[in-house]
């Protein structure tokens, strides 16, 4: 669970503004449940990100959701992650991470220190909206591992685009890869189409329900 919600935390914090998005989970090809992007501008500029996700795979139900701020630049200030189980808040500053978990009603508080080479600022939050990337550029940053000891480098590359087929449909999608080489395909607002990846040695396909 500790790998699912660091990298679910990182997908949302990639989603475009002032966009809500239904989507379907399909794991190893099966429908498994279904997922919601809701996004918004706060009223000083800043990225407002949500992500929800209920799955039903193989006799076992679990739920997820993530809210996530960022400033205009990509620079996370605060992230909340909640499982059945869990409650995890990262509270980022350039200097430090403040990590609140609440696991079965037992609180416990960690304080993760950025290094001054340590750039906690994703650019890519801002790719399709108010930033076009160049072809083969590389967003790179840092964010907490999957244990939360501490900082793990991180990158996003856009590799240009590509048409995928998708509710039925055949779209161009921008393509992006993070450093594990798992992809999401973007519309040129920046709202994903699909996402691929893969959690617990299963493969997860997140779609849009419908175009």
């Given at each position: 669970?500790?790998?699912?919600?660091?990298?679910?935390?990182?997908?949302?914090?990639?989603?475009?503004?002032?966009?809500?998005?239904?989507?379907?989970?399909?794991?190893?090809?099966?429908?498994?449940?279904?997922?919601?992007?809701?996004?918004?501008?706060?009223?000083?500029?800043?990225?407002?990100?949500?992500?929800?996700?209920?799955?039903?795979?193989?006799?076992?139900?679990?739920?997820?959701?993530?809210?996530?701020?960022?400033?205009?630049?990509?620079?996370?200030?605060?992230t909340?992650?909640?499982?059945?189980?869990?409650?995890?808040?990262?509270?980022?500053?350039?200097?430090?991470?403040?990590?609140?978990?609440?696991?079965?009603?037992?609180?416990?508080?960690?304080?993760l220190?950025?290094?001054?080479?340590?750039?906690?600022?994703?650019?890519?939050?801002?790719?399709?909206?108010?930033?076009?990337?160049?072809?083969?550029?590389?967003?790179?940053f840092?964010?907490?591992?999957?244990?939360?000891?501490?900082?793990?480098?991180?990158?996003?590359?856009?590799?240009?685009?590509?048409?995928?087929?998708?509710?039925?449909?055949?779209?161009?999608?921008?393509?992006?890869?993070?450093?594990?080489?798992?992809?999401?395909?973007?519309?040129?607002?920046?709202?994903?189409?699909?996402?691929?990846?893969?959690?617990?040695?299963?493969?997860?396909?997140?779609?849009?329900?419908?175009?």
């Amino acid at each position: 669970m500790k790998k699912t919600l660091i990298s679910l935390v990182l997908l949302a914090s990639a989603i475009a503004a002032n966009a809500q998005t239904k989507m379907i989970v399909f794991i190893e090809g099966q429908r498994a449940g279904t997922a919601t992007y809701s996004v918004s501008t706060s009223k000083s500029g800043n990225h407002l990100l949500g992500f929800s996700m209920n799955i039903d795979y193989s006799g076992v139900k679990a739920s997820f959701k993530v809210t996530h701020e960022a400033l205009p630049s990509g620079m996370p200030v605060k992230t909340r992650a909640v499982t059945e189980q869990s409650d995890v808040v990262f509270t980022s500053s350039t200097s430090q991470i403040i990590v609140e978990t609440t696991i079965d009603g037992k609180r416990s508080k960690k304080t993760l220190s950025v290094k001054p080479d340590q750039k906690l600022v994703d650019a890519s939050i801002t790719w399709f909206r108010s930033a076009t990337p160049k072809l083969n550029e590389v967003s790179e940053f840092w964010a907490p591992n999957k244990e939360m000891t501490g900082l793990k480098k991180r990158s996003q590359t856009y590799l240009g685009k590509k048409s995928i087929k998708v509710a039925g449909k055949t779209v161009d999608a921008n393509v992006v890869k993070d450093q594990d080489g798992e992809a999401t395909y973007y519309d040129d607002h920046g709202v994903p189409y699909l996402m691929e990846f893969e959690e617990g040695g299963l493969k997860f396909r997140v779609e849009r329900a419908k175009i």
